[in-house]
């Protein structure tokens, strides 16, 4: 049925769709919605055999999540930003045991200094944590990858990250099809565990494993995501002919075929990006021949696919919302594994970190050069030089220059007045 | 694409108000996204929120920077915030307030707009009279049905449905429907002005 509604809405409607079990969450914003909403669900009544456990933190709620999934309950939790962090050696644990847990990550930046705002740093840290992480263009992709990601995540036996912009997507009313609990049902079995903690038939999990086996175990994680790079577009065609909808996959291109340059992105960024690439291909003066590239599936990384969508481009511009510090992208440098010996020029470009509005008219410019193949090798899009230039000069000439981040909001100027 | 974007103050029902022009919107059978500013919301921060109305898909996510049209919920930010910034030559301006433009010290700003385009309607004071609290957002919804004529006001009443139930409910579609005659009534008056005029 179609629905105006929240993102974070649309998710917990998915999520109930997919009869979860157990629910243990700690709210963080952006996240906060989407448990609120599945806790009002178990509440009313609306969604049933399912227990919605309150814990005292994320490192609680992803330890919950792994005795309940070990115990053969289906099981669901969402987080963000310093909450994905703070759970992390649980995180480690679930992909470790093998448990096909799903988690949202509404992404968010990581402080300090704090930050709410979006981007994909939280997620991207624990990008070989072992978890399947898929990213949603749209609340619809995000509403449909959930009910996926159980799928993927109990025939492999692995958890899985639903990733969407926090804010952007889950805080932004949207249409979106809201599907039946019949149609769900048909595309998701009841969850038959492929280990189970049970009083009747004793086992151990999670056992020690010394030098003799530990690496073998290590690899049949990466095995397993092997096979998902093999079962991910098998499930969004399988997806697609119980719900009619196009979602989920490894990649999506946009208007490629021709194109000179391809833009590589994840997320909600791409919408934008299409509108920009759709006006410059219309501009009077000679349309640029460039294209889109969305990666929906960034673990497991599908290198194969990416090499073929770029094998026609002569140049190809990674925009991320994260940055690796110390080197510059973090997306950038799987997709150049991807197109090694390709002889492909390839920029990196850093944009729309801890929030940073991503506006159609910086992204023509930025294309345009890319165009021209006059970019740097990596670059930050509308980056403040001046307040940037400022610190690091007052660093130069004073030793006790004092904490950057608020030196650098006092340059900066009051921002209440700011739109974007 | 028709861009909208509402200045207001946290506890104002700033988001709400997009979120339910997104909601009208879409009972017409268009496409819309409603988005906030992303803030950490205090109680009388200036809070912004927008929201698109198209008749495709709405892919762009970027604030809105060139709106078509601004509802002002609290008068007192024009002293605060450039909430004209990027409005495009023409554009809807709905304000609540009591006072007229040249009032409010924007006669220069406004010299060459259509007068009926530059609205206002006295939405706190309707709201304190249907619903009881001072909160604006709904009327201005109504006032901006009748100022924009780009939705109508039984799907915003439809959207006051979605969100509110009861006596909430009521007194608002009581504010909805007050400000909307108003406003309907002060185009229809500067309409007629203008005839004159011609």
């Known amino acids: ?420 | 694409m028709f861009q909208i974007r509402i200045h207001g103050r946290g506890g104002q029902g700033v988001v709400t108000a997009a979120e339910m022009l997104s909601i009208a919107a879409f009972e017409e059978g268009r496409h819309a996204q409603a988005f906030p500013s992303f803030g950490s919301e205090r109680t009388g921060a200036p809070v912004v929120a927008f929201c698109r109305i198209a008749d495709h898909e709405i892919r762009l996510r970027e604030p809105i920077m060139e709106p078509d049209a601004l509802v002002i919920q609290d008068p007192t930010l024009l002293h605060q915030v450039d909430v004209f910034a990027g409005l495009k030559k023409g554009g809807y301006i709905l304000i609540n307030t009591n006072k007229s433009f040249e009032e409010l010290g924007l006669a220069d700003y406004v010299r060459d707009w259509p007068a009926d385009r530059l609205l206002t309607v006295s939405a706190t004071d309707i709201a304190r009279k249907h619903v009881g609290r001072p909160v604006p957002n709904v009327p201005l919804l109504g006032g901006f049905a009748a100022a924009s004529g780009l939705i109508q006001l039984e799907s915003v009443i439809k959207a006051i449905h979605r969100k509110f139930g009861g006596k909430i409910a009521e007194g608002n579609i009581a504010a909805a429907t007050e400000a909307f005659n108003t406003v309907r009534a002060a185009i229809d008056e500067a309409k007629r002005k203008e005839d004159a005029h011609a």
Not at chain 1, 147 to 170: H, N, R, W, Y
Not at chain 1, 306 to 316: D, E, I, S, T, Y
């Open chain 1, 1 to 420: 049925m179609l629905k105006q509604t929240e993102g974070s809405h649309a998710v917990a409607e998915a999520v109930a769709l997919c009869r979860p079990e157990v629910i243990c969450a700690y709210p963080i914003s952006p996240q906060t919605h989407i448990v609120e909403g599945i806790g009002e669900m178990v509440k009313s009544g609306e969604l049933k055999d399912c227990e919605f456990i309150n814990v005292e933190s994320e490192f609680a709620a992803m330890s919950v999540a792994i005795g309940s999934s070990a115990g053969g309950a289906r099981t669901y939790t969402a987080t963000a930003s310093q909450g994905l962090l703070f759970m992390v050696e649980a995180v480690y644990n679930a992909s470790g045991l093998g448990l096909p847990i799903v988690m949202t990550v509404a992404n968010r930046a990581i402080g300090a200094p704090i930050n709410i705002w979006n981007d994909h740093s939280d997620s991207l840290s624990q990008r070989d944590c072992g978890w399947i992480q898929l990213f949603a263009e749209t609340n619809q992709e995000a509403l449909d990858l959930h009910i996926q990601a159980f799928k993927l995540a109990e025939e492999l036996s692995m958890p899985v990250m639903v990733c969407m912009d926090g804010f952007i997507l889950t805080h932004a009313y949207e249409r979106v099809d809201i599907p039946t609990q019949a149609q769900v049902d048909r595309f998701l079995p009841p969850y038959e565990p492929r280990q189970v903690l049970d009083p009747a038939e004793p086992v151990s999990i999670g056992a020690m494993v010394g030098p003799e086996a530990f690496m073998e175990v290590r690899y049949l994680a990466h095995a397993k995501q092997m096979q998902a790079l093999e079962r991910i577009p098998q499930l969004a065609k399988e997806f697609e002919a119980c719900f009619g909808r196009d979602s989920g996959g490894l990649i999506r291109g946009y208007k490629t075929e021709d194109a000179e340059t391809i833009v590589i992105a994840m997320g909600s960024l791409l919408g934008t990006i299409k509108d920009t690439v759709d006006a410059m291909r219309e501009a009077e003066h000679g349309g640029h021949k460039i294209g889109v590239l969305g990666i929906t599936s960034y673990r497991p990384f599908p290198l194969a696919a990416v090499a073929a969508a770029l094998k026609n481009c002569k140049r190809f511009v990674v925009l991320e919302k994260s940055l690796a510090v110390g080197i510059g992208g973090i997306v950038a440098t799987d997709v150049r594994m991807a197109v090694t010996g390709m002889g492909l020029k390839g920029y990196t470009v850093v944009a729309g970190l801890g929030g940073r509005a991503i506006t159609v008219k910086s992204l023509t410019t930025l294309f345009e050069k890319a165009c021209r193949e006059e970019l740097d090798l990596v670059s930050f899009l509308d980056l403040d030089w001046k307040v940037v230039n400022k610190q690091l000069e007052r660093e130069r000439t004073t030793r006790r220059s004092g904490p950057a981040a608020e030196s650098m909001l006092r340059d900066v100027g009051v921002i209440a007045a700011r739109i974007g």
